[in-house]
């Protein structure tokens, strides 16, 4: 590689040398060395759950940037304000030609808009599955998720200690009935 010692196979392309791995803060301007630290000891940081959230507000802001017409609106509203366009240049209306132009200018900018705000909405779900995939399997790494059969195995176990432990009939009722409206509350 011109200007540089080696070939482009052995770093002749990278701007300089790299930064050494684990001594990044050395390497990092003030302010980002500071943020870098305070990650650094953040012990929540591998948790995703804030960042989907901020993703999930992205992604549900996105519509109202949309705007109101479908695609196929747009692309009418263009087609016949072109051809309004074309009527005024073949009349020579300069006038009627520019405020056509413009109205087809506001409709092109308008689709292009909401072209690009469904964009970023696709590439923010994307991003939020990527995230939401992670903190699945940082979960699962974890023992966090409990399988149904788990469940039903404790709410046994906790019936059968209320029977032993509950002498009174209408007691050990109650808190069966209290036990099954848990369940059916937070599982169904």
């Not at 690009?116 to 966090?144: D, G, H, P, V, Y």
Request: net charge positive; charged share 30%; hydrophobic share 40%.
């Amino acid at each position: 590689m011109k200007g540089k010692t080696v070939c482009y196979h052995h770093g002749g392309k990278s701007p300089g040398r790299p930064i050494k791995h684990g001594r990044y803060s050395k390497s990092l301007p003030k302010q980002l060395s500071r943020r870098y630290e305070e990650a650094l000891a953040d012990s929540e940081l591998i948790n995703q759950r804030e960042h989907l959230a901020v993703y999930v507000a992205l992604i549900e802001q996105k519509p109202s940037q949309m705007g109101d017409e479908s695609h196929a609106q747009l692309w009418e509203s263009a087609i016949l304000a072109t051809a309004k366009l074309k009527r005024a240049l073949e009349d020579e209306n300069l006038v009627a030609a520019n405020a056509e132009a413009k109205a087809l200018e506001r409709i092109l900018q308008n689709g292009a808009g909401t072209a690009q705000s469904e964009k970023e909405a696709r590439e923010l779900m994307l991003e939020a599955r990527t995230l939401s995939e992670t903190e699945i399997k940082r979960l699962e790494k974890m023992n966090q998720f409990v399988a149904v059969r788990e469940l039903v195995a404790v709410f046994g176990a906790i019936h059968h200690a209320a029977t032993q432990c509950i002498r009174d009939a209408r007691d050990r009722q109650d808190f069966a009935a209290e036990l099954s409206r848990i369940a059916a509350a937070n599982f169904s």
